[in-house]
């Protein structure tokens, strides 16, 4: 029979059922196989595919909350027919009393393979990128609305903190100046009416970020550009052109040091540097495709606010990987740490995970202002995007510090809540080795269990918001960075995200490949054959990792019939440094270029910008504003851009 071209994600999905049965024949029977697919089948029928997207997804979380111990479960909300006299469905039953009791308690020896190929069959499509209703758009917008309305008192809170901490400073100062000595400082936080254990929040929090960045020169930058768009809708060679630049960054980043390549760069461009436009430019919302639970809001920052950004970030980055403080606790470019925590956490519960949500725009102007110190604060603020223009035209004044899109975003958040979280444990007087156990990656948060609840209480004072459904204190249940775990076991679900095309589609080849191969990991063999068998009607032969490795999407085992009839044998290309090898001729994915001459000035810009992209910056402890040394990196053309998202397939030798 010859394999059609279209695939049903209920198809998928109960084939999924048959390997999972095949895995668990000795408790999930034959039998009732049979009557789980018949009912899935007929609520497919009923409700269409929203009961794979959005009711099975339900009941996983549910799950998911009594792993964590969060609630009780209960099946009826999704309209489930329960295991007469109990809690659990009949739906999947054998797997659910595996796990729980019949009222809906986790059992002492919860089968934690169970757990894993649930988890597998509820979320399969959970977040599959299906079109959304339009009303979202409009929900999101106003979210974001109410929450800068949220924020703002927090703002102003730490606003008023920050201005008081910094004339006691001075005060300070001055009395040692005209006295010679230090003076006991006054419990000042006290007496505005905090909490004895938020003003030493405060004060430690402060300290710990001063130390971190004692050493950090904040002029020591190489600016450069996102991969994002921007605001003042400038895209490839064009952002090379500077036509507005914002007074406020040119004070603490100057025009000819950091937007033109040389002094001689500026020389040329008097008559340009002359009509320059020194205003402020905004932000721009724009809404950004997810999935059916709605779209997702990205901020674009301007041109010249980006390119600061970008380059400040960076050396943030770096500089915070490497400072002694920060190098074990706060990362952004390895999610290890996290997910080990996590598996870890799993095992005995030493460890907790915490969920914030809206994390990344609930950091509030006020709270940076309190805790950095300067001179990082002067470069921080100078090149953050004051307002934002919303899809209907309305200019929002901004009451965070940078919302999702800013390059600085997440550095912020994360140095924000790692430095709160260490200062509250250290006002309680912890072990070191408790206040050690802190890891944050963005806004993926893990502490001591014993102190999670003392560390919610703290980020919620400052405005930031914990979703306590998905934070994981209690139980045996963990999740952080992608990895899901219960009793030591990952139990990270393969999530299909990529809608199937029937057509040939770079991002389809590359994401169901993966897909494939996830499931072959799982050892479920026929969602990973039937996968196979479309893919193959589509694109016809496909090459194994044994034939290609990772130089082309390739699946992890191909069968006789599914393999590339095209292989050749290259002869050495050096008899001292090279050797013979099988090549085949397969798809690749390749990144779409276009050429586009820009004059040398802004070609020599745009080398110093990307070629010094992988350079490590941020670790220069000189106060001097000087510009580190040019790195020597792989050679590229800076006449050839790549677009963005956007990729063909063509048949290559690999």
Known sequence: MVPTKSLEYSEVFITLLRDVQTLHSNIYT???????????????SSEGLGFLTKTLPRLGKNLDKVLAGIGSFDATEMSLRTIKGGQIPILFGSLFRSILTLDGAVL??????????????????????????PKLELKVIQRFIKTEEEIKPYSDTCNLLAVHLAKEHTAYADAFVRHGSLPCRQESLKSLGLPDWQAKTIRIARRLLTRVFSSFNHLAIWPCHGPGAVSTKEQLSSKYTWTKVSRRITQVYPLDAFFYASLGHVCDRQQELIALDDGESLAKVVLVPKDSRGPRLISCEPLDFQWIQQGLARAIVSHVEHHPLTKDAVRFTNQEPNRIAALAGSVAGKYATLDLNEASDRVSLGLVHLLFPEPVLTGLVACRSLGTRLPSGQELILHKYAPMGSALCFPVLALTVWSLLTAGLIALNADRDVISSIYVYGDDVIVPTAYAEHAMNILEYFGLKINRDKSCIKGLFRESCGMDAFKGVPVTPVRIRTVWSSLRCPESYVSWISYANAYWDKKYFQTYELIVEKLYAIYGPIPSVQDVGLTA???????????????????????????????????????????????????????????????????????????????????????????RRCNKMRRCWR
């Not at 034959?30 to 497919?44: F, G, M, N, Q, Y």
């Not at 002492?108 to 209703?133: F, G, H, I, T």
């Open 553 to 643: 999407p390739a699946l992890k085992e191909v069968s006789v019939e599914y393999k590339s009839p095209r292989s050749r044998t290259t002869p050495p290309k050096d008899s001292q440094n090279d050797f013979q090898r099988k090549e085949h001729f397969v798809w690749c994915v390749l990144p779409v270029s276009v050429s586009q001459e820009i004059d040398g000035w802004k070609m020599l810009l745009r080398y110093f910008a990307e070629a010094c992209s992988t350079y490590e910056l941020g670790r220069h402890t000189s106060g001097e504003a000087t510009s580190p040394g040019l790195p020597s990196g792989r050679p590229f053309s800076v006449s050839v851009y790549t677009k």
């Open 108 to 133: 002492p020896d919860a089968n934690a393979a169970c757990v894993q190929s649930l988890r597998d069959v509820l979320y399969m499509v959970y977040k599959l990128e299906l079109p959304y209703d």
């Open 30 to 44: 034959t039998s009732e196989l049979k009557r789980d697919i018949k009912t899935v089948s007929a609520r497919i």
